[in-house]
């Protein structure tokens, strides 16, 4: 699969649904095939915490929902995107519940990656990341906070190539335009 769109939209968010159209639009004319996932629509539980699934059940959570299916498609992808509102410079409910669930994708070792302590990798690849962020205006604290969130999260992933976009409600169709072409710029193939 080329690409996985995890869209943590809530139910009635029509804006964000209409980002995500407009990018399925895009990857579709770049002839890359994958899917949208709404994650408002399937069920997929909260993590329990209890990290079984890095010392009971290697790389699959023990809680048998969808969010075992989200986090297969995940590792399976070359590019993953998400699309979020941006709620107090974090991502949607939806969406960090999902992601939540996807820490099997890592090992519960540690290494030195980038001068840094992170989780080994499980797998010998992982995705090009791009996450879409909306806001209703322009808020430099919280698009400081979701920037930085992205960073860290491409980092901790091992994302070979991160970016993330901020769309305000209010922007133009030209604008928004620009905003998806610059965050799809990093997608690719990742074993080439």
Not at 2 to 25: C, K, T, W
Not at 45 to 54: A, S, V
Not at 55 to 62: A, K, R, S, Y
Not at 67 to 75: C, L, N, Q
């Amino acid at each position: 699969m080329d690409y996985l769109i995890l869209n943590g939209m809530h139910e009635n968010d029509s804006f964000l649904q209409e980002i995500n159209n407009r990018i399925s639009e895009e990857l579709d004319n770049q002839g890359l095939k994958g899917e949208s996932i709404l994650l408002h629509e399937k069920t997929i539980k909260p993590c329990l915490g209890c990290f079984k699934c890095w010392v009971q059940t290697p790389g699959i959570c023990v809680i048998d929902d969808y969010g075992r299916e989200v986090a297969k498609k995940m590792i399976q992808t070359d590019n993953l995107l998400y699309l979020t509102s941006i709620q107090f410079g974090g991502y949607s409910s939806e969406l960090k519940k999902a992601l939540d669930r996807s820490i099997g994708l890592l090992m519960p070792f540690f290494r030195v990656f980038h001068e840094e302590i992170h989780h080994e990798t499980r797998y010998d690849k992982y995705p090009n990341m791009t996450v879409f962020g909306t806001l209703d205006q322009p808020n430099e604290q919280q698009e400081l906070i979701f920037t930085k969130l992205v960073q860290r999260n491409s980092l901790n992933n091992f994302a070979p190539k991160f970016a993330s976009q901020i769309i305000y409600t209010s922007d133009d169709a030209l604008t928004i335009k620009g905003k998806i072409e610059r965050g799809l710029s990093v997608l690719g193939d990742v074993n080439g």
